[in-house]
Nanobody
Framework: VQLQASGGGLVQAGGSLRLSCVAS????????MGWFRQAPGKEREFVAA????????NYADSVKGRFTISRDNAKNTVYLQMNSLKPEDTAVYYC?????????????????WGQGTLVTVSS
């Protein structure tokens, strides 16, 4: 699948943003979807993932209770609702897709990546 992420921007601490990632092709519903982020000078890290049906999700500890991942298979779209944003959430956010049915948070199993969207949280 090919992925196109959008929705990033500049927001004040405590604010909210919703990221979207649209997938091309007819196989979206057969892929587990994830969001990762990479801050300047840091490695890419796992943020959240959602199963093919949307019935199962998992999150990094740093975003639990603040971020929510969801998907709409009819629209080939995965979302990341980000609330109570903090300056440390500043990063380029990437959506990714894997055909493997696994709960791993490793980016290595995600074969397809979007281009990234920048989220900047000011203090």
């Amino acid at each position: 699948v090919q992925l196109q992420a959008s929705g990033g921007g500049l927001v004040q601490a405590g604010g909210s943003l919703r990221l979207s990632c649209v997938a091309s092709g007819r196989t979206f519903s057969s892929h587990r979807m994830g969001w990762f982020r990479q801050a300047p000078g840091k490695e890419r890290e796992f943020v959240a993932a959602i199963s093919r049906s949307g019935s199962s999700t998992n999150y990094a500890d740093s975003v639990k209770g603040r971020f929510t991942i969801s998907r709409d298979n009819a629209k080939n779209t995965v979302y990341l609702q980000m609330n109570s944003l903090k300056p440390e959430d500043t990063a380029v956010y990437y959506c990714a897709a894997t055909p493997f049915n696994t709960d791993t948070a490793s980016p290595n199993v995600f074969a397809s990546w979007g281009q990234g969207t920048l989220v900047t949280v000011s203090s």
